[in-house]
């Protein structure tokens, strides 16, 4: 096997990314709502973002949540004054000592069961696709999902 350079890898995972922003697109994006209007059960891309990186990464500020998605502080601020209206998030002060111009968010219930509702739909959604390959394409693609995921969550280390 010949040698392969970073860039090579790096163009492989570029188009990988855009071909999986194409395929969410066609098959997982009924699952949100498009502008937030209208369908209210349903939480925009964005909102699901948001709530999900609240939970899962401890980012729970707006400058942590608008660092890490590269947005203003203002479209944030207007995204998550949404979810706490919603009764998504809920707000909380500072604890003594820190900061007092900082507020931090926290999913209430009901934006926790969202976000399980929307990955459950997510889940369905995708599954119900992937359940029309063939079992042998199901265990390989299975099997080099878990590998690729392995190596990225790991920088490189192999199992």
Not at 16 to 44: D, M, P
Not at 64 to 75: A, G, M, P, R, V
């Amino acid at each position: 096997m010949s040698d392969v350079s970073g860039k090579k890898i790096a163009e492989l995972l570029i188009t990988l990314n855009i071909n999986l922003v194409c395929w969410s697109r066609v098959h997982l994006e009924q699952v949100f709502s498009t502008n937030g209007k209208g369908e209210e059960e349903k939480l925009t891309v964005q909102q699901f973002h948001i709530l999900l990186h609240i939970r899962d990464f401890g980012l729970n500020t707006v400058s942590d949540i608008s660092d890490f998605f590269c947005l203003s502080k203002s479209s944030i601020s207007l995204s998550i004054s949404k979810l706490v209206v919603k009764g998504y998030l809920k707000k909380e002060s500072p604890i003594k000592g820190d900061d007092g111009r900082k507020i931090y968010f926290y999913l209430t219930e009901k934006g926790n069961e969202a976000v399980i509702a929307t990955e459950n739909a997510l889940m369905d959604a995708a599954g119900c696709y992937f359940d029309s390959f063939d079992n042998e394409t199901r265990n390989i693609l299975c099997n080099h999902l878990t590998t690729i995921n392995h190596l990225l969550s790991t920088g490189g280390t192999v199992k």
